[in-house]
């Protein structure tokens, strides 16, 4: 399976204070990787740092086999849903926050309507009624799933994502797990949830900015 | 008819009115004297020498001279709206000037050369006053953009980054933060102008009915200023923001965290 995302050596400084310090590993096509370790031990600053919102100080990153740099990252976004602990909607409504990426040029082309909406709404255990409910007064767990709605809505590839079961129910976590038994989707996920950490197809653990375990979980 | 002058002892007589506001503060336990007389003498020096050289330039009447005095105008008033909007002059002392130039200039040669047109353009009798009241329109106008502009990105980065990493570009992604600064900083001046008259009678016009001028005069003056300042100010909002974006972000699109003065 070709590499899709591969760190290596890479070290991430946020003034002064080294935050990841000289990791590598590689995440390939239709895999499903989670990153796990104790509180600010760097988790969080990978997906960040892979989506250029930190600037790598040591080593590179390679997207696909390209080094992460201003002219690749447009791809690398384009290519990735990130759906952090506490997703921002950018909606009054559901359903506005759903369409809200095919207001932007390059999704303008492609608005789902009502019926593939309430489709991927299905899918991840939302009822259709949820989308004339106001975005502010949805749970998180709800705000989750539509965050995730949203990359799958846009045919997204490559999910990076930041403890999505945490606020799940069993049920909804189950229809989380069947959405990336999809072969075609790669994952990079940060998770505590023993749940999710055992359906992963490789744990990498990291303390104080460090991998010092890398395991593989054979689910054949 | 010619206006009264205000000889020294009645201006000494003005400036006793000034200790009913000082009175009023001292009653409700507010300790403003300090500042109260600083800014009282800041503002009659000031005066004073501007009366000074604004005297100088109108014997003078030289192109150049009153061109550098425009250049001093828009330096001044640059680096005071940095100042007030808290953000690092390094970064937006450029575009910030070249806006402000931009909409003050555009609109006074617009209302020296094609409406009001004096023998000669550079005349400093027109020039140099009606620069300064657009220019100080706009500055007021230029702090509130950026100020709200800068404070509602670093306010919402996460919805900033969640529209880029929905596949927004920058433009895209700043823009509902955009519209609201333009708005909030072009509402002053819609406000004005809609009261204008009613509410109050506007400085500019005042001033000219006690030069002198027919009340008419002054009328058309205060719409031809009004309607300047409200086209620099929007010109100059405008072309600010979107100039300063390059130097506030950096090549991946992310809001440089050192821009922005710490509060």
Same mark, same amino acid.
């Given at each position: 399976?070709?590499?899709?995302?591969?760190?290596?050596?890479?070290?991430?400084?946020?003034?002064?204070?080294?935050?990841?310090?000289?990791?590598?590993?590689?995440?390939?096509?239709?895999?499903?990787?989670?990153?796990?370790?104790?509180?600010?031990?760097?988790?969080?600053?990978?997906?960040?740092?892979?989506?250029?919102l930190f600037a790598v100080t040591g080593g590179q990153i390679y997207f696909q086999g390209?080094?992460?740099?201003?002219?690749?990252?447009?791809?690398?976004?384009?290519?990735?849903a990130y759906i952090g602990q506490e997703p921002v909607l950018g909606a009054d409504t559901v359903? %506005?926050?759903?369409?809200?990426?095919?207001? !932007?040029?390059?999704?303008? &082309?492609?608005?789902? $309507?009502?019926?593939?909406? #309430?489709?991927?709404?299905?899918?991840?255990?939302?009822?259709?009624?949820l989308l004339k409910q106001e975005s502010s007064r949805i749970s998180g767990g709800e705000k989750q799933r539509i965050a995730l709605a949203r990359g799958l809505l846009?045919?997204?590839?490559?999910?990076?994502?930041?403890?999505?079961?945490?606020?799940? %129910?069993?049920?909804?976590?189950?229809?989380? !797990?069947?959405?990336?038994? &999809?072969?075609?989707? $790669?994952?990079?996920?940060? #998770?505590?949830d023993p749940d999710w950490i055992e359906r992963c197809d490789r744990v990498l653990e990291l303390e104080e900015?460090?991998?010092?375990?890398?395991?593989?979980?054979?689910?054949? | 008819m010619t206006t009264l002058d205000i000889a020294l002892p009645k201006m000494a007589v003005l400036y006793g009115l000034c200790f009913v506001p000082w009175l009023l503060l001292w009653l409700i336990g507010l300790r403003l004297?300090?500042?109260?007389?600083?800014?009282?003498?800041?503002?009659?020096?000031?005066?004073?020498?501007?009366?000074?050289?604004?005297?100088?330039?109108?014997?003078?009447?030289?192109?150049?001279?009153?061109?550098?005095?425009?250049?001093?105008?828009?330096?001044?008033?640059?680096?005071?709206?940095?100042?007030?909007?808290?953000?690092?002059?390094?970064?937006?002392?450029?575009?910030?000037?070249?806006?402000?130039?931009?909409?003050?200039?555009?609109?006074?040669?617009?209302?020296v050369v094609l409406v009001i047109q004096p023998t000669h353009y550079y005349d400093a009798r027109y020039i140099v006053p009606l620069a300064g009241m657009i220019l100080g329109n706009c500055l007021q106008g230029n702090v509130i953009a950026l100020?709200?502009?800068?404070?509602?990105?670093?306010k919402n980065e996460?919805?900033?980054?969640?529209?880029?990493?929905?596949?927004?570009?920058?433009?895209?992604?700043?823009?509902?933060?955009?519209?609201?600064?333009?708005?909030?900083?072009?509402?002053?001046t819609i406000a004005s102008m809609s009261t204008m008259g009613l509410v109050s009678l506007p400085g500019m016009m005042t001033g000219q009915i006690l030069g002198g001028s027919e009340p008419w005069l002054a009328v058309k003056y205060q719409i031809a200023i009004m309607v300047c300042i409200f086209t620099s100010t929007t010109l100059a909002c405008v072309v600010n923001l979107k100039l300063s974006l390059r130097a506030a972000f950096n090549d991946y699109d992310v809001l440089k965290d050192e821009v922005i003065k710490t509060r």
């Amino acid at each position: 399976m070709p590499a899709i995302i591969q760190f290596d050596q890479t070290t991430v400084s946020v003034r002064a204070k080294t935050i990841l310090s000289g990791i590598s590993f590689t995440v390939c096509a239709g895999e499903k990787a989670v990153l796990c370790g104790k509180s600010g031990s760097g988790k969080s600053t990978v997906l960040k740092t892979l989506l250029g919102l930190f600037a790598v100080t040591g080593g590179q990153i390679y997207f696909q086999g390209k080094p992460l740099d201003a002219t690749s990252l447009p791809a690398i976004r384009s290519h990735t849903a990130y759906i952090g602990q506490e997703p921002v909607l950018g909606a009054d409504t559901v359903r %506005d926050a759903l369409l809200l990426p095919f207001q !932007f040029k390059a999704h303008r &082309d492609h608005k789902p $309507t009502d019926a593939q909406l #309430a489709a991927v709404l299905a899918k991840l255990q939302l009822p259709s009624a949820l989308l004339k409910q106001e975005s502010s007064r949805i749970s998180g767990g709800e705000k989750q799933r539509i965050a995730l709605a949203r990359g799958l809505l846009l045919g997204k590839k490559l999910y990076l994502l930041d403890e999505v079961t945490s606020a799940l %129910d069993n049920e909804s976590k189950q229809a989380v !797990f069947d959405v990336f038994a &999809d072969p075609n989707l $790669t994952v990079l996920s940060v #998770a505590h949830d023993p749940d999710w950490i055992e359906r992963c197809d490789r744990v990498l653990e990291l303390e104080e900015g460090r991998l010092i375990r890398e395991e593989r979980h054979d689910h054949a | 008819m010619t206006t009264l002058d205000i000889a020294l002892p009645k201006m000494a007589v003005l400036y006793g009115l000034c200790f009913v506001p000082w009175l009023l503060l001292w009653l409700i336990g507010l300790r403003l004297s300090r500042d109260i007389a600083v800014s009282i003498l800041r503002m009659s020096v000031q005066l004073a020498l501007v009366g000074f050289y604004l005297k100088t330039l109108f014997s003078l009447n030289d192109p150049w001279l009153n061109g550098l005095w425009i250049l001093v105008m828009l330096t001044v008033a640059d680096l005071s709206i940095l100042q007030r909007a808290g953000l690092k002059v390094r970064y937006f002392v450029l575009p910030t000037f070249a806006a402000i130039a931009l909409g003050t200039l555009f609109a006074t040669f617009y209302l020296v050369v094609l409406v009001i047109q004096p023998t000669h353009y550079y005349d400093a009798r027109y020039i140099v006053p009606l620069a300064g009241m657009i220019l100080g329109n706009c500055l007021q106008g230029n702090v509130i953009a950026l100020e709200r502009f800068y404070s509602a990105l670093h306010k919402n980065e996460n919805e900033y980054l969640t529209f880029l990493l929905l596949g927004a570009t920058r433009w895209e992604a700043v823009r509902p933060y955009y519209r609201t600064a333009i708005k909030a900083a072009l509402s002053p001046t819609i406000a004005s102008m809609s009261t204008m008259g009613l509410v109050s009678l506007p400085g500019m016009m005042t001033g000219q009915i006690l030069g002198g001028s027919e009340p008419w005069l002054a009328v058309k003056y205060q719409i031809a200023i009004m309607v300047c300042i409200f086209t620099s100010t929007t010109l100059a909002c405008v072309v600010n923001l979107k100039l300063s974006l390059r130097a506030a972000f950096n090549d991946y699109d992310v809001l440089k965290d050192e821009v922005i003065k710490t509060r």
